[in-house]
């Protein structure tokens, strides 16, 4: 399983961004897949999550009502859809595949598949 995550630039406070996350190399309708973030000095922080197959999605209280995840079953690709961004929204984004959904999902050591990360400025 290959993950690529796009997207990410310089926006200012207030505005808007959308990731994009392409899959290719599995089947994956059982699958989870998961945004986390991490910022320099600081840990993997959980962002959303949801099953690919539909019917599960999860955010993080910080993000909850700013941000959406979302998915294009042609396309095999995962999208985070930011709003109202603020400056404590920059961090490198990652996108992250499971085979299964796990109530663990916030968990970054849940997660066999990473994609390299994109870079998120948000200026104020």
């Known amino acids: 399983v290959q993950l690529q995550a796009s997207g990410g630039g310089l926006v200012q406070a207030g505005g808007s961004l959308r990731l994009s996350c392409a899959a290719s190399?599995?089947?994956?309708?059982?699958?989870?897949l998961a945004w986390f973030r991490q910022a320099p000095g600081k840990e993997r922080e959980f962002v959303a999550a949801?099953?690919?197959?539909?019917?599960?999605?999860a955010y993080s209280d910080s993000v909850k009502g700013r941000f959406t995840v979302s998915r294009d079953n042609a396309k095999n690709t995962m999208y985070l859809r930011m709003s109202t961004v603020n400056p404590e929204d920059t961090s490198v984004y990652y996108c992250?595949?499971?085979?299964?959904?796990?109530?663990?999902?916030?968990?970054?050591?849940?997660?066999?598949?990473w994609g390299q990360g994109t870079q998120v400025t948000v200026s104020s």
């Open positions: 949801l099953r690919w197959g539909g019917g599960r999605y």
């Open positions: 190399g599995g089947t994956f309708s059982d699958y989870a």
């Open positions: 992250a595949a499971r085979p299964l959904w796990t109530t663990n999902y916030a968990s970054a050591s849940e997660y066999d598949y």
